[in-house]
């Protein structure tokens, strides 16, 4: 079994920053893809950034240039770094991964979730 656990998140005024944080721990070989989603109230979970094993990114178009998402392959962890937040981005922001555990299959983890609140 394998576990994601997020955490950075919390309350920052529009134009702040955050770092979001997310460590997978478990019976892990390997983690392929990793990246951040998020959901906002009555609204469907969207996906924001990816970055695979060679550290390969993507975004999605209203972030880019204000986010950055990196990971540390000795660590298991994937960050999500968030410059000049907008209203528009207040959503819990889910943690996911692509596993291959000890028995050489390949799953798909998500993490509880860290809620970002962006005030005016």
């Known amino acids: 079994q394998v576990q994601l656990v997020e955490s950075g998140g919390g309350l920052v005024q529009a134009g702040g920053s955050l770092r979001l944080s997310c460590v997978a721990s478990g019976s892990i070989f390997s983690i392929n893809a990793m990246a951040w989603y998020r959901q906002a109230p009555g609204k469907q979970r969207e996906w924001v950034a990816a970055?695979?094993?060679?550290?390969?990114?993507s975004y999605l178009d209203s972030v880019k240039g204000r986010f950055t998402i990196s990971r540390d392959n000795a660590k298991n962890t994937v960050y999500l770094r968030m410059n000049n937040l907008t209203l528009e981005d207040t959503a819990v922001y889910y943690c996911?991964?692509?596993?291959?555990?000890?028995?050489?299959?390949?799953?798909?983890?998500w993490g509880q979730g860290t809620q970002v609140t962006v005030s005016a």
């Open positions: 970055i695979t094993g060679s550290g390969s990114t």
């Open positions: 996911y991964a692509k596993v291959t555990t000890m028995d050489l299959k390949a799953y798909d983890y």
